[in-house]
C-alpha cells in the first residue's frame, strides 16, 4: 500500500511539473508553425474538457501580466436552466477572497495613522477580548490579520439566518453578536471559540471570526458601516461599481447560480447565494473583470491607475509571511494566503512544500470556488471563479489545480 501511495504522489508531481514547464496543453509538433489561434484553441479544449470531468458549469477566469489584464474569459453557464452564458463580469460569491478586501480596509486605516499592529484591540473595542485560558495576554490587530488571535471556528459560528437576497445592515450586527458570542457571559458564548492550549500569537489557526472584528473595527475607527466604508474607500478608487455585499442589486442574468454536484443520479442540483451576517468573512460579490482592479492595486505597490488606496510599505507587510500554516506548503501573512501546489489522492490532499502563490482563495460548500492568486516569482496573477461544490471531490480539487496552472502557463505566452 505504501509503495503504490508513493507511486501515486510520484506521478502527481510529475504532472504539475509538465504543467509548470508548458508540455501541457501545448502540444506542439515540430516542424509546424501553430497560431495563436490554435494556441487558443487548445486551451479552450483543455480546459472545457477539465469543466465537464470536473462538473463545473461555468468558469470566468482572467490573466494579469505586468499590472494590467492581457486575457480574460468566460466558459460554460452561469445558469443552467436560464442557459447564460459566463462572462468575464458575471458576479459570483467571493467567499473568503472577502478577507483581502476587510483587511485593506482595516490597513488604510493603520495607514492614517490612528492604530499601530501591534496595539491591544481592546484599546478600540467597546467590551473586553480576552481569551480565558490567557486572560493576561493581549490580542492585537497583527494576530486577528494573520488568524493568529487563539479564536477558533466551532459549529456555532454558524448558528446565524441565511437569506436568499438582500444585505448588511442587519439587525443586532455586528454588536451586539460579536461581543456575546466571545465573551464568556455573553448569550451566545460558545467555549469552543477559544483555544485551551495555544495563547495569542502562538500560532496560526484559521478562523472566520477573526475577520468578523477585523470589520467591526473598521466600523469602530472609521465611524461608519463597513459595507458603506468598503463602497467609498476601495470599490469607487478601484472603479469596482458592481462589487457589493447586497445580492438584491443583480438581475438572474449578471450572477452566476451555484449549484450541487449529485453523485448518485451524476446531475446538478439547483442551490443558491446566500447573504449571511458575517460578510466580512465571506459575503462579498465581485468578477474577475472587476476584482482584477483590485490585485493589479495589491501588485503594484497599493496603486490601480494611478490611485493609491494603500502606502507600499503596508502592501509590503500584508504579503509579508506572518505565521506558517498548520500543514506542510500554506502560510498566512495579513489578509493575505501564500500556497503551493497541492494534489488529492482519495482522501489525501498533498500539499507540496515550496510556496509560490500569494493571495488569497474561497469556498462554501453550497457551491462556490474561489481563486485569486499572483506568482511570487513573477509579476502575474490569474482570478478564477466557479460555482459548483465539486471542488470537494478529487476530481474538482485536481480540475482547479490544474486550471491554476494551465492559466499560468497560458499568462508565460504574453
Not at 469552543?192 to 473598521?218: K, Q
Not at 476601495?234 to 454536484?261: C, G, H, R
Amino acid at each position: 500500500m505504501k509503495k503504490i501511495t508513493l507511486v501515486l504522489v510520484i506521478l502527481s508531481v510529475l504532472l504539475l511539473n509538465i504543467l509548470a514547464t508548458g508540455a501541457f496543453p501545448r502540444h506542439v509538433v515540430q516542424g509546424t508553425n501553430v497560431t495563436v489561434e490554435q494556441e487558443t484553441d487548445r486551451f479552450d479544449e483543455v480546459l472545457l474538457s477539465i469543466m465537464n470531468h470536473c462538473h463545473f458549469p461555468s468558469v470566468s477566469a482572467c490573466i494579469i501580466k505586468d499590472d494590467q489584464v492581457v486575457w480574460s474569459q468566460g466558459y460554460g453557464v452561469s445558469n443552467i436552466e436560464e442557459s447564460y452564458a459566463a462572462k468575464e463580469n458575471t458576479m459570483y460569491g467571493l467567499c473568503s477572497i472577502t478577507k483581502t478586501i476587510t483587511g485593506t480596509a482595516l490597513l488604510q486605516l493603520y495607514d492614517q495613522g490612528l492604530f499601530d499592529l501591534d496595539d491591544d484591540v481592546n484599546d478600540y473595542l467597546p467590551f473586553s477580548l480576552r481569551n480565558p485560558h490567557f486572560p493576561d495576554d493581549p490580542i492585537t490587530f497583527r494576530m486577528l490579520l494573520s488568524h493568529a488571535s487563539s479564536l477558533r471556528s466551532p459549529n456555532s459560528y454558524w448558528y446565524i439566518p441565511f437569506y436568499r437576497d438582500g444585505g448588511p445592515p442587519f439587525d443586532g450586527y455586528p454588536s451586539p453578536w460579536i461581543e456575546e458570542y466571545v465573551t464568556s457571559d455573553g448569550t451566545r458564548y460558545d467555549p469552543d471559540v477559544w483555544d485551551a492550549t495555544e495563547r495569542p500569537g502562538a500560532s496560526h489557526v484559521y478562523a472566520n471570526i477573526n475577520f468578523d472584528l477585523v470589520g467591526y473595527l473598521v466600523e469602530l475607527i472609521a465611524d461608519e458601516p463597513f459595507f458603506t466604508y468598503c463602497e467609498e474607500h476601495i470599490f469607487k478608487p478601484l472603479d469596482m461599481p458592481m462589487t457589493s455585499f447586497n445580492l438584491s442589486v443583480y438581475t438572474p442574468e449578471q450572477v452566476a447560480v451555484p449549484y450541487l454536484w449529485d453523485t448518485n443520479n451524476e446531475q446538478y442540483e439547483t442551490s443558491y447565494n446566500q447573504v449571511h451576517l458575517h460578510y466580512p468573512a465571506g459575503g462579498l460579490f465581485s468578477s474577475v473583470s472587476e476584482l482584477s482592479h483590485f490585485m493589479i492595486a495589491h501588485m503594484n505597490g497599493g496603486v490601480y491607475n494611478g490611485t493609491r488606496i494603500l502606502e507600499e510599505s503596508t502592501v509590503e507587510e500584508m504579503h509579508r509571511i506572518q505565521h506558517e500554516y498548520n500543514r506542510i506548503g500554506r502560510a498566512y501573512g495579513l489578509a493575505w494566503l501564500f500556497e503551493s501546489r497541492s494534489f488529492q489522492i482519495g482522501s489525501l490532499i498533498i500539499n507540496f512544500p515550496r510556496l509560490l502563490y500569494g493571495g488569497h482563495g474561497g469556498a462554501v460548500t453550497f457551491g462556490l470556488r474561489t481563486t485569486m492568486y499572483m506568482k511570487l516569482s513573477e509579476q502575474c496573477a490569474v482570478l478564477f471563479f466557479i460555482n459548483s461544490d465539486s471542488f470537494m471531490y478529487q476530481s474538482g480539487w485536481n480540475g482547479i489545480q490544474l486550471i491554476r496552472e494551465m492559466l499560468f502557463q497560458k499568462a508565460s505566452t504574453y
